[in-house]
């Protein structure tokens, strides 16, 4: 039976940081903690982790292949468009919400009130805004796999390839759109894991955390921070690749 899945691309080959998906933060991989916070995520069926084909990816097979709930699908490195749309095909998804694995601080109550917005909107696409809003980590996107599947027919260029769903949000008016915002803006707030220092941020971060609530939530994050804001700048220089948001 068709159901709503969450998909989490991983892979072991980022340039900036290698194998980072599967480096240790307190006690568990950087994976594991993404998937553990996914399957908080109300209105959800189950998780498939999509990872590229090759022999340095079948770590990530190994960590994930003993978990409840939690399928596995290999696609093409490079086609992250098709390798969600094949994963989303593996679960026999019909909907699909889309993260990834180097946001160990994806939080689950926003991700379940996107997908109920989503639903409740009836459109065909939701996601977090990107410039301003929630921190950048936290981001979520919505939407049927049959858009999947007209993206891949329509010869996607390679950006829309390589990012899985430019291919939607560059054509609003083809596509209607949620894009949830909040305020006070916390944009700036660096909660994804590109490189070391962002790396040395999520561990500090981590530390703390857990021993206030193993299932930290939005506001567990901002008392943190408030607290301890040496911790948020730990990371403040790394230059986040730009989205390429140009209409099409």
């Not at 989490?8 to 290698?18: C, G, N, V, Y």
């Not at 916070?37 to 109300?42: G, P």
Request: aromatic share 8%; glycine share 4%.
């Amino acid at each position: 039976m068709a159901g709503t899945y969450v998909i989490i691309q991983a892979r072991m080959t980022s340039s900036r940081l290698p194998k980072k998906t599967l480096l240790p933060l307190a006690g568990k991989s950087m994976l594991h903690h993404v998937i553990d916070r996914c399957k908080r995520i109300e209105g959800i069926d189950g998780i498939c982790v999509a990872s590229p084909v090759g022999e340095e990816h079948m770590p990530i097979a190994d960590a994930v292949k003993d978990l409840d709930n939690v399928a596995f699908f290999q696609g093409d490195e490079h086609n992250v468009l098709e390798r969600t749309l094949g994963a989303a095909k593996h679960v026999n998804a019909d909907t699909i919400l889309r993260v990834t694995s180097d946001c160990p601080f994806i939080d689950p109550d926003v991700s379940s009130a996107l997908l109920k917005a989503y639903r409740t909107a009836k459109v065909k696409y939701a996601r977090l805004t990107i410039k301003t809003g929630y921190p950048l980590g936290f981001d979520t996107e919505v939407l049927p796999v049959e858009l999947l599947e007209t993206a891949v027919s329509e010869d996607p260029d390679q950006y829309e390839k390589e990012h899985a769903t430019p291919f939607i949000w560059r054509r609003p008016e083809r596509f209607p759109a949620i894009w949830m915002d909040h305020q006070p803006n916390r944009r700036h707030w660096r909660l994804v894991v590109d490189e070391e220092n962002d790396y040395e941020m999520a561990c500090a971060a981590y530390e703390e955390l857990m021993k206030v609530n193993p299932e930290f939530t939005y506001q567990d994050l901002i008392n943190l921070f408030e607290r301890r804001p040496d911790i948020l700048e730990m990371n403040q220089t790394v230059q986040q690749t730009p989205y390429i948001h140009k209409a099409k």
